[in-house]
């Protein structure tokens, strides 16, 4: 009788483990989604004050590390195929295309922090144009955000 209490609990506790993960709506879904984006867009933005000499490039390397893993991550939060925020229906609609630029912009930043550890700063901002070439794909697949 005491182990098939102890099973009841354990079965308990498992299926209220799930239930966070079953109830996640559309809403934090989309949430996350963008925290994702917001993260990579800060994180462009902090590297284009270092390229114009607004700010020291001391922390060229801790930015380029943090986009690159962001990049790793960001694919998957679109990967429940839950509609809205600023991405346009494309995403999904064009899966196999979406899917490819983001494993490409994966990629290419990963390269591109590796080079700096590797070689130095400049060497992992030789190819900052090409690997954060963010606008091509909003272009394609992100609703155009309102003029305020």
């Not at 498992?14 to 800060?42: F, S």
């Not at 064009?94 to 700063?121: C, L, P, V």
Request: charge should be neutral.
């Amino acid at each position: 009788m005491r182990s098939s209490s102890k099973l009841r609990c354990v079965a308990a506790l498992a299926l209220l483990a799930l239930l966070p993960a079953a109830h996640a709506d559309d809403k934090d879904v989309i949430d996350y989604r963008q925290h994702i984006m917001n993260t990579l867009n800060e994180q462009a933005a902090a590297l284009g004050q270092i390229l114009s000499a607004s700010v020291p490039d001391d922390n060229v390397i801790a930015h380029l590390d943090a986009i690159a893993l962001t990049a790793s991550t960001a694919l998957k939060a679109f990967m429940s195929k839950v509609p809205g925020g600023e991405a346009k229906p494309d995403v999904w609609a064009n899966w196999a295309d979406f899917s490819k630029r983001m494993n490409d912009f994966a990629r290419m930043t990963a390269e591109m922090a590796k080079t700096a550890h590797e070689h130095g700063k400049d060497a992992g901002l030789a190819n900052v144009v090409d690997a954060l070439s963010c606008k091509s794909c909003h272009d394609t697949y992100r609703k155009e955000k309102p003029k305020q």
